[in-house]
C-alpha cells in the first residue's frame, strides 16, 4: 500500500477510534478534550501557524492573510451518532476490509474534517503561502443542538468576518444520483430545506382498557396521521436549482427521461407531478414533508392514556411559507381534537445562487481533481451547520469530496458506516487544488 494512504488511514482511525457520542443531556466530555487533545498531535504545522479558539468543545482555526480578499470558510463537525444498530465492525475501533474503512464519523463527518486538516497540514509543510485568510471551523454538537456552529457564526459576525465562501458537509460524489443517470457527479448543495420539530397531544379522561371508548388519544392520533399521510397535503414544485439539477443529470442520460430532463425548465410542472413517484428522494427534492418519528401513550398495559403524544419532523420546502403549512395541519388535527405544538422552529436559509462566480470556481476545482465528473447543484433535503452562516456569505455550499455508493450513503447514521480507502487521497488533492487556487 501507497505510504501515503497508509498514513492518512492510520491518522484518521485515531479520529474514529475516540468515541465523541453526540448527547445533548450528557455528553462525554473527557472523549471530547481526548479528541481535541489529539488533533495538535496529528497536524502541528496546523496548530503552529492558525489561531485556535474554543468555543464550549467546538472548534474555530483562523489564519489571518495580508490584502483585502475576502476569507474563506471550511466546516465540519467532530460529533458523531451513537452506534444505531447491531455492527459487524467494531463503530469506534476502525477497521479496514476489502478496501473499506470502517468505523462511526468516517462519513458523518470525521472524515472530512481529518481530509481538511490533513490538506492544510502538507501545504504548510511544503511553504506554500496562503494567499487569503483561511477558516476552520468544527462543532461538537451539530448532532444534537447546532448550538457550537450558531454561537461561531454570531462571534464572527460581531468581528465584521465575511465569506467569499463557505464549504461544508453536504452532498458528495455519487453515481446516478436520481436514476437512468450514467455517470459520477459532484452534488453540491446551494440551500437545505428548513427543519421544523411538531408535537401532536391528545387528550382525555383515561380510564380502564377494558372498557374503551372513542375518545382514546392513541386512536385519534392514529387517524390523524393517517388522514395526513394519505392526503397530497404539500404541493410539489420544481424551483429554478432543481431544474439545473435535472439539466446537468441529463448530460448522462438517453431516452425520453434525458429528453425531459435537458428541457427541465419546459416541462417543470410535468417534473414536480412525476417526481414524487420515482422514490422517496425524489419526492423530497420537490415539496415539503412530515415524517412522524416519535409517540408516547400509557405507561400500562391496561390503562387508557389521559395524555399521548405523537412528534414529527417537517422539512419545509422553500416554495410554501411556513406559516400555511402550519395551518394545514393544524386544521387537521383539530378534527381529531389534537393540540399541535411547534417545539424547534427551525433556522431558516436561502437558496445560494449557482451561478456565481464562487460556485464556478468550486466546479472547477471539481473537475481538476475529478476530471470525467460533472458538478450539479441542488437542494440538500437534510440539514447542516452552514445555515447559521448564510448571513457571512452568499455563497454557503455544502460538500464533501467523497466518492461514494449509495450503500455507504445508506450507513450514515446506520451500522457500519464506512469509506474507500482509494477516495482519501484525492479528498485531500481537492482541498489542496482549491486552496492553492483560491
Known amino acids: 500500500m501507497d505510504e501515503r494512504l497508509e498514513k492518512y488511514i492510520a491518522d484518521l482511525s485515531r479520529l474514529i477510534d475516540v468515541p465523541t457520542i453526540s448527547d445533548a443531556a450528557a455528553p462525554d466530555e473527557e472523549a471530547f478534550a481526548q479528541f481535541r487533545a489529539l488533533l495538535p498531535e496529528l497536524f502541528p504545522h496546523v496548530f503552529a501557524a492558525f489561531r485556535y479558539e474554543e468555543f464550549h468543545g467546538s472548534i474555530l482555526l483562523s489564519r489571518i492573510a495580508d490584502g483585502d480578499a475576502e476569507p474563506v470558510l471550511f466546516m465540519s463537525h467532530h460529533d458523531v451518532v451513537s452506534e444505531n444498530g447491531r455492527w459487524e465492525k467494531q463503530p469506534f475501533r476502525a477497521s479496514v476490509e476489502d478496501g473499506k474503512l470502517y468505523g462511526r464519523g468516517t462519513l458523518d463527518t470525521k472524515g472530512n474534517l481529518w481530509a481538511i486538516l490533513e490538506s492544510v497540514e502538507e501545504l504548510l509543510a511544503e511553504g506554500f503561502a496562503f494567499g487569503r485568510s483561511v477558516y476552520i471551523e468544527s462543532a461538537c454538537n451539530e448532532e444534537t443542538t447546532g448550538a457550537g456552529a450558531l454561537e461561531i457564526s454570531r462571534e464572527l459576525k460581531k468581528r465584521g468576518v465575511r465569506f467569499a465562501f463557505t464549504l461544508d458537509e453536504g452532498g458528495m460524489i455519487v453515481h446516478d444520483p436520481i436514476g437512468g443517470a450514467d455517470g459520477y457527479f459532484a452534488m453540491v448543495a446551494v440551500g437545505e430545506k428548513d427543519c421544523i420539530d411538531l408535537k401532536f397531544t391528545a387528550r382525555s379522561n383515561g380510564g380502564h382498557s377494558s372498557t374503551p371508548d372513542k375518545?382514546?388519544?392513541?386512536?385519534?392520533?392514529?387517524?390523524?396521521?393517517?388522514?395526513?399521510?394519505?392526503?397530497?397535503?404539500?404541493?410539489?414544485?420544481?424551483?429554478?436549482?432543481?431544474?439545473?439539477?435535472?439539466?446537468?443529470?441529463?448530460?448522462?442520460?438517453?431516452?425520453?427521461?434525458?429528453?425531459?430532463?435537458?428541457?427541465?425548465?419546459?416541462?417543470?410542472?410535468?417534473?414536480?407531478?412525476?417526481?414524487?413517484?420515482?422514490?422517496?428522494?425524489?419526492?423530497?427534492?420537490?415539496?415539503?414533508?412530515?415524517?412522524?418519528?416519535?409517540?408516547?401513550?400509557?405507561?400500562?398495559f391496561n390503562v387508557i392514556p389521559t395524555e399521548a403524544y405523537v412528534t414529527g419532523n417537517m422539512r419545509l420546502a422553500h416554495h410554501d411559507r411556513k406559516e400555511d403549512v402550519l395551518q394545514k395541519l393544524g386544521k387537521i388535527a383539530g378534527k381529531y381534537d389534537i393540540e399541535m405544538t411547534e417545539l424547534d422552529p427551525g433556522y431558516h436559509s436561502d437558496i445560494c445562487d449557482h451561478k456565481t462566480p464562487a460556485f464556478a470556481f468550486l466546479e472547477r476545482m471539481v473537475t481538476e481533481t475529478f476530471p470525467d465528473v460533472i458538478t450539479a447543484p441542488y437542494v440538500s433535503t437534510g440539514a447542516s451547520d452552514s445555515k447559521y452562516f448564510a448571513d457571512l456569505s452568499d455563497n454557503v455550499f455544502r460538500f464533501a469530496p467523497f466518492i461514494v455508493t449509495d450503500e455507504q450513503l445508506d450507513t450514515m447514521h446506520a451500522r457500519d458506516e464506512n469509506v474507500d480507502v482509494s477516495t482519501l487521497i484525492p479528498a485531500v488533492d481537492f482541498y489542496k487544488n482549491l486552496m492553492r487556487s483560491m
Open 215 to 300: 375518545t382514546n388519544p392513541l386512536s385519534r392520533l392514529s387517524g390523524f396521521i393517517v388522514d395526513v399521510e394519505k392526503r397530497s397535503l404539500f404541493k410539489p414544485k420544481l424551483d429554478d436549482t432543481s431544474v439545473e439539477t435535472f439539466s446537468r443529470l441529463s448530460l448522462k442520460m438517453k431516452g425520453a427521461l434525458g429528453f425531459i430532463f435537458r428541457h427541465a425548465g419546459t416541462f417543470r410542472y410535468l417534473l414536480a407531478r412525476l417526481m414524487p413517484g420515482f422514490s422517496p428522494t425524489a419526492n423530497s427534492m420537490v415539496r415539503t414533508t412530515l415524517c412522524f418519528t416519535r409517540a408516547q401513550g400509557s405507561d400500562a
